[in-house]
C-alpha cells in the first residue's frame, strides 16, 4: 500500500511540474535551449536510457512562483518496439544547462510508460534513439552550444 501512495504521490508532482510548465505564463522564446544528452546514452536490448535539458535564457518559476529555476532535466526511458516512453527523474537547477544546485528532484521506480504522440518532441528523439546502437562518437564530446542564429533552431 505504502509503495502505491509513493507511487501516486510521485506521479502527481510530475504532471504537475509537466503542466505547469506548459501553462506558465513565461512564452516559450525563453527557451535558449532544449538537447539531449547523448553521452547518457545507454541502450540495453530494446530500451533506452538517456536525459534531456532544457535551458531557459532567465529564471523562470512554475505556477504562483514556485522553484526559480533555469534549466529542466528528465530523465527518459524509451521502450523502442513499444514506440512508448516514461520519465523517470526530472530536476529543476538554478544555472543554465542543467548546471548549478538543484532546487527540486523527483524520481519514479517504476514510472508508466505513455505512447509517443506524432510530431512531438519525445516522437523525435524515439526516432532518433532508436534507430543508434550507440551514439556517435562526436555526440559523446562536449560541444559548444548552438548560437541562436543557427538553423538548427529553426
Known amino acids: 500500500m505504502r ?36 553521452k547518457s546514452f545507454e541502450r540495453k536490448a530494446d530500451r533506452i536510457t538517456l536525459w534531456m535539458t532544457q535551458s531557459y535564457d532567465e529564471t523562470v518559476t512554475l ?25 523517470a527523474q526530472w530536476l529543476l537547477t538554478d544555472a543554465a544547462n542543467g548546471a548549478g544546485q538543484v532546487v527540486w528532484h523527483a ?24 534507430s543508434l546502437e550507440a551514439p556517435p562518437e562526436l555526440a559523446k564530446r562536449s560541444a559548444p552550444p548552438v548560437p541562436d542564429s543557427s538553423p538548427l533552431l529553426n
Open 3 to 38: 509503495y502505491l501512495f509513493n507511487w501516486l504521490v510521485a506521479t502527481v508532482l510530475a504532471l504537475g511540474v509537466l503542466s505547469a510548465h506548459a501553462a506558465s505564463s513565461q512564452p516559450e522564446a525563453d527557451t535558449q535551449v532544449a538537447a539531449v544528452d547523448w
Open 63 to 87: 505556477a504562483h512562483g514556485y522553484y526559480p529555476h533555469r534549466s529542466l532535466r528528465m530523465q527518459y526511458l524509451i521502450a523502442c518496439s513499444e514506440r512508448t516512453y516514461a520519465i
Open 107 to 130: 524520481s519514479l521506480e517504476d514510472p508508466p510508460f505513455l505512447p509517443i504522440a506524432a510530431g512531438s518532441f519525445e516522437g523525435a528523439v524515439l526516432h532518433a534513439a532508436c
